[in-house]
Structure formats: C-alpha cells, structure tokens
C-alpha cells in the first residue's frame, strides 16, 4: 500500500498539511547535534576566553529564539504556541566536541520535531559563529531527532 504525502495536493503542489481536524495532544521532541571542535576552540569556550562572549550561554538562547522562529524559516511549518523548550550541552574534551540537545513542548494539533531540530541546529550554528575567529573547521555534525511523543503516530525513540 503506497502511503499519500499529506505535504502534496492531487497535482502535486506543496500545501500546508490540514491540522484543523487533528485532536489536541502532548507533544515533545527531543534533537541532538553535535560540533567538532579543536583544542584551542575547546579551551575558550571552556575557560570562557572567547572575545565574543558567553559561547553556550548565546548558544542557548539563540536556539530557543530559533525554536520559537521556525514556522519563519522553513516552509509549510505550523506557527506553535511553544510552552517549554530547553537547550542543553555537554562537553567531551576528549573528542573534542560539544553536543547540543533541544527539547521543545507544546499541547496542540501538530508535532514540534521541526522546532527542536531548528533549535538545536541554530544553537550549533552560533557557537560555530562565536568561535569562527579561533578555527574556520569545525564541523557540525549528527543533526537527528531522538524522540518525539504525542499524536497519531504516537511514540519514536531513535534507539528503539
């Protein structure tokens, strides 16, 4: 059975998918990404040397300032009502590396997986900005929705 694109109308323009009929439901997603850094990257943002500042404190705001901004950026998203959403880090000196996580919630008629995505890329993104002058190649990297609750489709877990 060939399952229909809800994003196509009958000749195959992209609409915007039809939530007015959806029930209201919980819905969190959860977007992880990750940034390759080296030592001299590593130690700034660590130490907190970086002339531009707070580097994850920016990066978090930014990334939520990105969730909210989402349905602005990428075409067909929903406008939300986002009532939590969180930006997360944990550094790996050892890899060299940061990971970034975004949880974005809301109770509404369509997902946030876009949200959190957008969110946890922007946040990459801006450390990538504020460390640019240290190294030009960093590399973000492993951009992926962990989990999602919530709606018809119920739940997902990247590891499941």
């Given at each position: 059975?060939?399952?229909?694109?809800?994003?196509?109308?009958?000749?195959?323009?992209?609409?915007?998918?039809?939530?007015?009929?959806?029930?209201?439901?919980?819905?969190?997603a959860?977007?992880?990404?990750?940034?390759?850094?080296?030592?001299?990257?590593m130690?700034?943002?660590?130490?907190?040397?970086?002339?531009?500042?707070?580097?994850?404190?920016?990066?978090?705001?930014?990334?939520?300032?990105?969730?909210?901004?989402?349905?602005?950026?990428?075409?067909?998203?929903?406008?939300?009502?986002?009532?939590?959403?969180?930006?997360?880090?944990?550094?790996?000196?050892?890899?060299?590396?940061?990971?970034?996580?975004?949880?974005?919630?809301?109770?509404g008629?369509?997902?946030?997986?876009?949200?959190?995505?957008?969110?946890?890329?922007?946040?990459?993104?801006?450390i990538?900005?504020?460390?640019?002058?240290i190294?030009?190649?960093?590399?973000?990297?492993?951009?992926?929705?962990?989990?999602?609750?919530?709606?018809?489709?119920?739940?997902?877990?990247?590891?499941?």
């Open positions: 059975m060939e399952e229909k694109l809800s994003h196509f109308d009958q000749k195959g323009n992209a609409i915007m998918v039809d939530v007015s009929e959806k029930n209201v439901t919980r819905r969190v959860i977007a992880s990404g990750r940034i390759k850094v080296n030592r001299q990257v130690e700034a943002v660590t130490k907190g040397t970086v002339e531009k500042g707070d580097v994850l404190g920016v990066a978090r705001v930014a990334g939520i300032m990105a969730v909210k901004q989402t349905s602005h950026l990428i075409p067909m998203c929903h406008p939300l009502f986002i009532q939590k959403c969180s930006i997360d880090f944990e550094i790996d000196e050892a890899a060299s590396e940061i990971k970034a996580q975004c949880m974005a919630k809301l109770e008629k369509t997902g946030v997986e876009m949200e959190a995505l957008t969110g946890v890329s922007v946040a990459l993104l801006t990538y900005d504020m460390c640019k002058a190294d030009k190649s960093m590399v973000i990297t492993d951009v992926r929705l962990e989990e999602k609750t919530g709606g018809k489709s119920g739940t997902y877990r990247r590891d499941a």
